[in-house]
C-alpha cells in the first residue's frame, strides 16, 4: 500500500513540474530541465547492458541516432519530404505520423535492429564487446551519412516538428524508469547480474547468457530508438556528427560517476554532469565578458570533468551510488540484498 | 516584446535624464544588446573565432562614434561548443534572460538550423555571418537573414571562372560528403558548370578527416583524358593535403573550389602544392586590397595583433555593422521594426561588398571574388556576378 | 597510365598508409599485451609527440633533433599517464580501465585545445621531404616522407625486435606480456617492466605521430583520434597484443583502405569505414586471436 501511495505522489510530483514548469521557470530552466530528463533516459536505456548486464557497450549513441533519423523521417509532411528528402522510397514518402506513433516505431526498430545486431556481439565480453560495439557506431555514422535518400547525407536533417515538451519527456522518463525498476529487481534483473558477476557460473546454473544479454540489449535499445525520437522533436534539426563520439562520451561518464548498477545512481550522475557542465560554462565565459583580459578558458570544463571522472574511477570505482538505490526507505528491501549477492 | 521596449525606455529616459542632471554628459546606460553566439571550441572554431574578433571590431567602432539612437551596443557572447543541445540551450539564454534585441550568429548553416526554431519563435531578427547555405531563410522563416552571397551563387562563379577564364571545358569533380557546406556546393557547381557546357570526367568522394587521397588521384591519373581542371568542394584542412599529393603525383591543373579554402593555412600547409588554385570567397584580403578593406585589415591589426584570419573575420564584422545600421534607420530598439529595416537594407557599402536585400530575398546580391595562389602569394583573379545561378 | 602501372602505384599507396598504422598498432599492442588495456590514450600520446616536434621546429631546431625530442616528449607522457592515471587501477575491472583511458584521452585532448587552440596549425616540414619522386615517366610517384616513414617504421621495429629478444628488459616486458602473476612469481619487478612497456609504446607513439602529422601537414589537439580508431582495427585483425600481428595488422589495413578507394565501384567506396569496422566485429567474432594466433583463448 505504501507503495502504491509513493508511487502516486512521485507521479503528481513529476506531473506537476512537468506542466506547471513551463509557466513558472524561464524558457531556459525548463531547457535544462528537459535536456536532464532527456539524457536521463539514455542513461537509464545504457545502464541495462552496460551496468546491470556487463556489457560495456560504446554503440549505444547508435541506436540513439538510428531512432531519431526515423522518428524525424516519419514525421516529416508529406510536402516536407518530397523538398527535403525527394528519393524517398515510395512506400515511405506518402504519409506522415503524429509524435507518439513515430516514436514507438523508432523505439522498436531500434529494438530490433539491436536484436540483429545483438545476436552475433552479445557473445563478446569485456573490451571486445566495448570495440566491436564502438565499432557498430562508427558503421551507423557511415550510413546516415551514405544513405542521403534517407537521410540528407551529411546535410542538416531538418523540419522536423518541435513535439518534445517537458511532459513528454518526463512522461517517457516515468515509463522508463517504471519498466526497468520492474525488469531490474525481477528474477530476470537476477539473471542479468548473474550473468555480469559470474559467466561460467551462471551458465552452470542454466542460464541462457545469450539470451539474457540480448534482452537487456534490445530493452536498452528500444528506450534509446524512444529518447532520440524526444531528441529530434527537441532538437528539430540535427546531422550525423550529433550522434557520435561527444555524445557517447557525454553519457557514459554520467553512467559512471553516477553507479553502474544503479538505476538512481544513473539518475544522480545525469543530475550532477548536467548541472556541473551548465555551471562550468557559465564560469568558462566569466572570463571572456568585462574588460578581464584572461584568455578564454574553452575546454576547461571538459578538462575539470575527466579530472573527476579519473578521481571517482581510482577512488570510487563504482560511482557515487555503487549498487545502492536511493529508496528512501520504501519499495522492496529485498532489493538491497539480492544486490549484495550478486556482487563477487 | 513590448514589455522590453518599455523597460527599455523607461530605463533610457530615467538613466539620461539622472546622467544629465548629475554630471551633465549624456551617456545611456542601457546598452542595446545583440546576442553573438559563436562556436569558439568544436569543429567549427577556427571561422567563428575571426568572425566574433571581427563583430568585436564593430561594435567598439560604432560605440566609439556614439554609438546607435544615442545608446551603446553591446554583444552578448556565448561559446555554443559546435553542439546543437548547446546552442538551443544559449538561445533561450540570450532570448529569455539577456532579452537580446537581434541575433548575429554563426558560419555554418548546421549551427543555424539549430538556433533558427527559437528565434523564428521569439521573433527576434537574425543575421549570420558565415552561413552560405541560401536555402536558410526557406527553412526557417522570415526572421533569418545573410550577410553573405549563397553557395549556388559562389558555385556558380566558381564553374563559370573555370569556363571562361581557365577555359577548362572539362572538369573532374572532388566532394567531401563529410558537410552539408561541402555537398551543398558541389550540387550547385554541377548544375552551372553543364550548363555553361562543360563536361565533368568523372566525380569522386572523400570524408571530411581523411589524410590520404593517394587512390583518389591515381583514379585521376588513370583518366584516358585529363580534365583542364579539378573542382574540389572541401575544407582547407583536407583540400592543402589534397594539393599536395595532387602536385606529387605530378598532376598540375588548376583545382578550383569555395570560400572554405580561405584560410592562412592553404598557403602555410599547402607551400608550393598550393600554386595554380582558385577559390570563391567574400572579399579580398591581402596586400593589394581595396582601401576600404586595406582599413578595416589595419584596423583588426591594431586591435588583435594579427592581420585577419580569412573572410569570416571581415563577414561578422560586416554583419554587426549591417546589424547597427538597421537599428538605426529603425529608429527604435524594437526587434519587429529592426527586422524590416534589415529586410528594407539597400546599398551598404560593406568591407565585403554591397549590400542589398530584394524584396522578400533575406539572400544579399553581392559579387564573389576569386583569389588565385601564385607564387606563394593570393591575387584577385577576378570579381564576378555570375550569369547562370542554380535555385537554392 | 596502364593498368598495371595503376595497380603498382595503388600497392606503393598501401605500403606507405600501411606503415603508419603498424607503427601506432604496434604500440597499442605493447601495452595490451602487458596490461589487457585498450589503451584509447594512445593517440593522444601520440598528438604530444607531434606538437613537441612542432613547436621545437618553431623555435628553431632542425627535423631530426626535434623528431627525436618529440619521441622522447611522448615517451614521457606515456611515463606520467601510466604513474598518474592507470597504476592506482591496474588490478581493476576491463571496463575501469577502459574507462580510465577514456578520460585521458579526454583530458589531454582537451588540454591540447586550452592550450593550443583546436585550430590546425601548419607542420614545418623541411622541404626537401616533400620532393617526390617519378618513375616510369611519372606514372608511378611516391615522396621522401613515404620513403622516411617506411624506413624509419622498419628500423624502429628492427630495434623493437632486438630489444624484446635480446635484453633482459624486453624478455621480462615478453614474459609479463604472456602471465603477469608468473612474472612476478619468478621475481621480476612488475612495476618497472609495466613502465618499461609504457614508455616503449609511448615512444612509438611519438614517432608515429610525428610522421602522421608531417603526412597531413598539420597538428592539432583532435589529430590522434582517427590513428586510433584504425590502429584497433589493424591490432585485431593482427591478434591483439601481438606485436608481429599489430604489424600485419597495419599492413592489411591499409591495403584494404587503399584497394576499397582504387577498385570497388564508386557506389561502394564511400562506405570504406563501414566495410573496415565490419571486418574488425567479424574479427572479433570468428577469429579473436587474429590472424596470427588464430587458436588463442578469449575468455567470455
Not at chain 1, 535536456?35 to 554503440?59: E, W
Not at chain 1, 557460473?201 to 532520440?228: E, N, P, Q
Not at chain 1, 550522475?269 to 578558458?297: D, Y
Amino acid at each position: 500500500m505504501a507503495r502504491l501511495i509513493i508511487s502516486g505522489v512521485v507521479v503528481a510530483l513529476l506531473a506537476g513540474v512537468a506542466f506547471g514548469a513551463p509557466s513558472l521557470m524561464s524558457d531556459y530552466f525548463v531547457r535544462i530541465l528537459l535536456i536532464i530528463a532527456l539524457n536521463s533516459i539514455f542513461v537509464l536505456s545504457l545502464s541495462l547492458s552496460n551496468g546491470f548486464t556487463g556489457v560495456f557497450s560504446l554503440g549505444h549513441v547508435g541506436f540513439i541516432g538510428a531512432g531519431a533519423y526515423l522518428s524525424g523521417i516519419l514525421s516529416l509532411t508529406v510536402a516536407q519530404k518530397a523538398s527535403l528528402l525527394p528519393h524517398l522510397p515510395a512506400f515511405m514518402n506518402w504519409f506522415s505520423l503524429p509524435f507518439l506513433p513515430a516514436t514507438l516505431v523508432a523505439g522498436a526498430f531500434t529494438a530490433v535492429l539491436a536484436i540483429i545486431v545483438g545476436y552475433p556481439l552479445m557473445r563478446l565480453s569485456g573490451y571486445f564487446v566495448s570495440v566491436a560495439t564502438m565499432g557498430f557506431l562508427i558503421i551507423v555514422n557511415v550510413v546516415l551519412i551514405n544513405a542521403s535518400d534517407f537521410t540528407r547525407g551529411a546535410r542538416t536533417f531538418t523540419g522536423v516538428p518541435l513535439d518534445t515538451s517537458l511532459p513528454w519527456v518526463f512522461g517517457w522518463l516515468a515509463v522508463t524508469l517504471f519498466v526497468l525498476w520492474r525488469l531490474v529487481y525481477s528474477p530476470f534483473g537476477r539473471r542479468m547480474k548473474a550473468v555480469r558477476d559470474d559467466t561460467i557460473a551462471a551458465s552452470a546454473v542454466g542460464i541462457d547468457m545469450l539470451k539474457t544479454r540480448l534482452t537487456a540489449f534490445a530493452i536498452g535499445a528500444f528506450f534509446a530508438g524512444v529518447g532520440g525520437s524526444l531528441f529530434a522533436h527537441y532538437l528539430g534539426s540535427f546531422s550525423p556528427v550529433t550522434f557520435y563520439f561527444a555524445m557517447t562520451m557525454n553519457l557514459i561518464a554520467m553512467l559512471v560517476l553516477g553507479g553502474m548498477g544503479s538505476l538512481s545512481g544513473a539518475l544522480i550522475g545525469v543530475i550532477c554532469v548536467s548541472l556541473l557542465s551548465e555551471l562550468l560554462r557559465s564560469v568558462e565565459r566569466g572570463f571572456t565578458i568585462g574588460h578581464i583580459t584572461i584568455p578564454a578558458l574553452f575546454g576547461a570544463s571538459q578538462i575539470v570533468l575527466g579530472f573527476i571522472f579519473i578521481l571517482i574511477m581510482i577512488f570510487r570505482p563504482k560511482g557515487i551510488m555503487g549498487e545502492r538505490e536511493l529508496t528512501f526507505g520504501f519499495f522492496r528491501r529485498s532489493a538491497k540484498s539480492q544486490i549484495k549477492q550478486g556482487e563477487v | 516584446m513590448t514589455n522590453i521596449n518599455r523597460r527599455n525606455a523607461l530605463g533610457l529616459g530615467l538613466s539620461t535624464a539622472f546622467v544629465l542632471a548629475t554630471t551633465g554628459r549624456s551617456f545611456a546606460a542601457d546598452p542595446i544588446k545583440i546576442g553573438f553566439p559563436a562556436n569558439l571550441t568544436g569543429n567549427a572554431a577556427s571561422l567563428d573565432g575571426p568572425m566574433l574578433n571581427g563583430g568585436k571590431l564593430a561594435a567598439a567602432e560604432i560605440n566609439a562614434a556614439g554609438g546607435v539612437l544615442g545608446q551603446q551596443i553591446e554583444l552578448v557572447v556565448y561559446d555554443t561548443k559546435s553542439d546543437a543541445t548547446v546552442i538551443s540551450t544559449v538561445a533561450s539564454q540570450l532570448i529569455d534572460s539577456d532579452k537580446v534585441v537581434s541575433i548575429v550568429a554563426f558560419s555554418d548553416s548546421d549551427s543555424v538550423l539549430a538556433i533558427g526554431p527559437q528565434i523564428q519563435k521569439a521573433k527576434i531578427p537574425l543575421i549570420t555571418p558565415g552561413a552560405t547555405s541560401p536555402k536558410l531563410p526557406s527553412q526557417l522563416g522570415d526572421e533569418v537573414f545573410l550577410a553573405c552571397f549563397g553557395d549556388n551563387v559562389q558555385a556558380a562563379v566558381g564553374a563559370e571562372f573555370a569556363l571562361n577564364n581557365l577555359k577548362a571545358k572539362t572538369g573532374y569533380l572532388l566532394t567531401d560528403i563529410g558537410t552539408e557546406y561541402t555537398t551543398l556546393l558541389s550540387d550547385y557547381f554541377v548544375k552551372t558548370y553543364e550548363h555553361g557546357g562543360g563536361k565533368l570526367l568523372g566525380k569522386d568522394t572523400y570524408k571530411t578527416g581523411d589524410k590520404t587521397f593517394t587512390a583518389q588521384i591515381a583514379k585521376i591519373k588513370a583518366l584516358p583524358e585529363a580534365p583542364g581542371f579539378i573542382y574540389a568542394a572541401s575544407l582547407v584542412d583536407e583540400v592543402t593535403l589534397i594539393l599536395k599529393q595532387l602536385r606529387q603525383a605530378g598532376i598540375n591543373i588548376p583545382v578550383v573550389g569555395g570560400d572554405g579554402y580561405d584560410s592562412p593555412l592553404l598557403l602555410e600547409v599547402g607551400g608550393k602544392a598550393a600554386e595554380n588554385t582558385y577559390f570563391t570567397t567574400h572579399s579580398y584580403i591581402g596586400p593589394g586590397a581595396t582601401p576600404k578593406v586595406q582599413k578595416f585589415m589595419d584596423a583588426y591589426k591594431a586591435a588583435y595583433k594579427v592581420d585577419p584570419e580569412n573572410a569570416f573575420a571581415a563577414l561578422g564584422y560586416d554583419a554587426v555593422k549591417l546589424m547597427a545600421d538597421a537599428i538605426k534607420r529603425a529608429g527604435v530598439v524594437d526587434s519587429a521594426k529592426i527586422r524590416d529595416a534589415i529586410a528594407a537594407t539597400s546599398g551598404l557599402d560593406a568591407v565585403t561588398g554591397t549590400i542589398s536585400y530584394r524584396p522578400g530575398i533575406a539572400v544579399p546580391d553581392k559579387s564573389v571574388s576569386v583569389i588565385g595562389v601564385k607564387d606563394g602569394k593570393l591575387f584577385l583573379a577576378s570579381e564576378a556576378a555570375p550569369s547562370f545561378v542554380a535555385e537554392p | 597510365m596502364s593498368g598495371f602501372e595503376y595497380i603498382l602505384q595503388q600497392v606503393i599507396n598501401a605500403v606507405s598508409l600501411g606503415s603508419l598504422y603498424a607503427l601506432v598498432a604496434v604500440g597499442l599492442s605493447i601495452v595490451f599485451g602487458v596490461l589487457k588495456l585498450t589503451n584509447f590514450a594512445h593517440g593522444d600520446v601520440m598528438m604530444v609527440g607531434a606538437f613537441t616536434t612542432v613547436l621545437l621546429i618553431g623555435i628553431g631546431m632542425p627535423f631530426i633533433p626535434a623528431l627525436i625530442c618529440g619521441i622522447i616528449g611522448a615517451a614521457f607522457a606515456g611515463f606520467l599517464i601510466e604513474r598518474i592515471a592507470y597504476r592506482p587501477i591496474r588490478n581493476a575491472p576491463d571496463v575501469t580501465r577502459l574507462l580510465t583511458s577514456l578520460a585521458v584521452t579526454y583530458i589531454l585532448e582537451n588540454f591540447g585545445i586550452l592550450v593550443f587552440s583546436s585550430s590546425p596549425r601548419n607542420f614545418p616540414l623541411p622541404p626537401a621531404l616533400n620532393d617526390s619522386w617519378q618513375l616510369l615517366d611519372g606514372a608511378i610517384t611516391f615522396t621522401n616522407i613515404n620513403i622516411l616513414t617506411l624506413a624509419l617504421t622498419l628500423v624502429s621495429l628492427i630495434g623493437l625486435g632486438w630489444f624484446i629478444t635480446r635484453t633482459t628488459l624486453g624478455l621480462g616486458m615478453r614474459a609479463a606480456s604472456e602471465d603477469m602473476a608468473a612474472a612476478q612469481l619468478v621475481g621480476l619487478d612488475v612495476n618497472r617492466l609495466v613502465i618499461v612497456a609504457f614508455v616503449v609504446a609511448s615512444a612509438f607513439a611519438g614517432l608515429a605521430g610525428v610522421l602522421w602529422a608531417a603526412q597531413a601537414g598539420v597538428v592539432q589537439p583532435q589529430m590522434g583520434f582517427t590513428p586510433l580508431l584504425k590502429a584497433f582495427v589493424a591490432a585485431i585483425i593482427g591478434g591483439f597484443g601481438s606485436i608481429e600481428g599489430a604489424l600485419v595488422g597495419g599492413f592489411i589495413l591499409g591495403a584494404l583502405e587503399i584497394f576499397i578507394v582504387a577498385f570497388m565501384p564508386d557506389a561502394i567506396t564511400p562506405y570504406r569505414d563501414a566495410i573496415v569496422f565490419s571486418l574488425l566485429i567479424a574479427f572479433l567474432l570468428f577469429r579473436p586471436g587474429g590472424l596470427l594466433q588464430p587458436n588463442r583463448e578469449i575468455k567470455l
